[in-house]
């Protein structure tokens, strides 16, 4: 990802892409602490629009906040270094990755006398769970591993370490052969998946586990209130990996993973195995929403 043309929003200002670069003794690359963000661009009716800038960019600060880490620039800053980064390298639609973290002044788990840095980088990016996911669901494993408890690492914070958890999991399921893990909760209820945030529906109803120690996706939050105007009101609740294998559909919701349906958990199909109908509908809106083909929803997307 390194050795490419464009441009990088790096401490203010854009730099060559091969010069984005930080020395061996970053103080995050140690111990695992920097705050990111995973934002899409899309090339929209309107034009090409950054899906829920403001969101992601106050999640970004939350994450910052938790962590007591002093972001060196304001949300408006960010929010325009953003759009730049996406004009700078003429991009239509792209993923976009801000991140903030502690540079090498000093060693050892303080991060006292350690400075912040940003830096943003966007390139194109497809499913992120394959163009065939998305039509035909993926299949998913149960981890072995729990998600962090929530007095372990900072649930609410989209940081860097807590990464270390989601590879385990997801390494686990595709050397078994699966596309993505689904993460349990230390007491064994359902939280999420690798990188993306779960519901399921049964009966005609749409159900997400109990956000405590998974990401509050903003996918996810999209997707309420497109289940809302579609008639949906979704349940919050406790799930056991069982209520997944005995449901009607399941898709897994995320700024990377988009709407991608689970057609397979553990070696059940769940349904008929395939993207289930209210799923299909879901994932249309969602679309239609992303793709400004939806007027109402053009207030979550900024033109660049
Ligand atoms: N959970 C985890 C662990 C994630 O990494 C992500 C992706 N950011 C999500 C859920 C979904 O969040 P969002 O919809 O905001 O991208």
Redesign the pocket.
Known sequence: MADRDGFIWYDGKLVPWREATTHVLTHSLHYGLAVFE?VRAYNTEIGTAIFRLKEHTDRLFNSAHIYMMKMPYSREELMEAQLEVVRANKLESCYIRPIAFFGSEKMGISTRGASVHVSIAAWPWGAYLGEDGLKRGIRVKTSSYSRHHVNVSMCRA?YSGTYAN?ILANMEATENGYDEALLLDVDGFVA??????LFVIKDNKIYEPEIAS??V????ASVIEIAAELGYQVVSKRLTRDDIYTADEAFF????AEVTPIRELDGRLIGAGSRGPITEKIQARFFDAVNGRAPEYHRWLTRI
């Open positions: 995973g989209k989601s999420e998946g690798a990188g993306e945030n998974a990401l996706g903003i996918t996810r919701t995320g700024t990377a």
